[in-house]
T-cell receptor, first 119, second 119 residues
């Protein structure tokens, strides 16, 4: 069975601080995909990043960076120089490939980390 | 390029009633998945529809049913509503078959959800 654990329920930082959101996943599949989504108060899940299990390269996108380590089954997300607009709930998610001609399996979400960035 | 559209945005129903939620997928997507997000939790997979058939189902009772139309839009029906069905219901659209490792349009696009309150 697959599982995603986000141990941090809530994090509060002051603007311009760096913050790391932790994500640990469990799966026996060798091919899988990891995601991060942002959920502002409006409720919509905003896609941030997708990585596949064969690509362990870290990725940086502006103030966002992701560290994928298969050895520890972790996919952590760092926001550098946080801003008030980063305040939201962040979800880490996992999906595996179904046996439907390579179709995308459903997303398994962690419980989310609520990030509050104070001015 | 229209994203995922869900209706209604909010709904209040009485215990025992039935409800229908609607979803129009992102342009170019042919698959619709439904998720239930209880307060303070991560979204939970209900089921996925592809080619007008339910392709996969999560751990939800038969009271939850769905339908996909030829234009790829979808409905989620919940019968005999319980207080515990109160949640944010999210619709996600995607491509039914993986286009290949190099494809960038990959993953799920979520709507803003329908907030269902059962009283």
């Amino acid at each position: 069975a697959q599982k995603v654990t986000q141990a941090q329920t809530e994090i509060s930082v002051v603007e311009k601080e760096d913050v790391t959101l932790d994500c640990v996943y469990e799966t026996r599949d060798t091919t899988y995909y990891l995601f991060w989504y942002k959920q502002p108060p409006s409720g919509e899940l905003v896609f941030l990043i997708r990585r596949n299990s064969f690509d362990e390269q870290n990725e940086i996108s502006g103030r966002y960076s992701w560290n994928f380590q298969k050895s520890t089954s972790s996919f952590n997300f760092t926001i550098t120089a946080s801003q008030v607009v980063d305040s939201a709930v962040y979800f880490c998610a996992l999906s595996v490939v179904w046996n439907y001609g390579g179709s995308q399996g459903n997303l398994i979400f962690g419980k989310g980390t609520k990030l509050s960035v104070k001015p | 390029d229209a994203g995922v559209t869900q209706s209604p945005t909010h709904l209040i129903k009485t215990r025992g009633q039935q409800v229908t939620l609607r979803c129009s997928p992102k342009s170019g997507h042919d698959t619709v998945s439904w998720y239930q997000q209880a307060l303070g939790q991560g979204p939970q997979f209900i089921f996925q529809y592809y080619e007008e058939e339910e392709r996969q189902r999560g751990n939800f009772p038969d009271r939850f049913s769905g339908h996909q139309f030829p234009n790829y839009s979808s409905e989620l029906n919940v019968n005999a509503l319980l207080l515990g069905d109160s949640a944010l219901y999210l619709c996600a659209s995607s491509l039914g078959v993986l286009p290949g490792q190099g494809a960038r349009d990959y993953g799920y696009t979520f709507g803003s959800g329908t907030r269902l309150t059962v009283v």
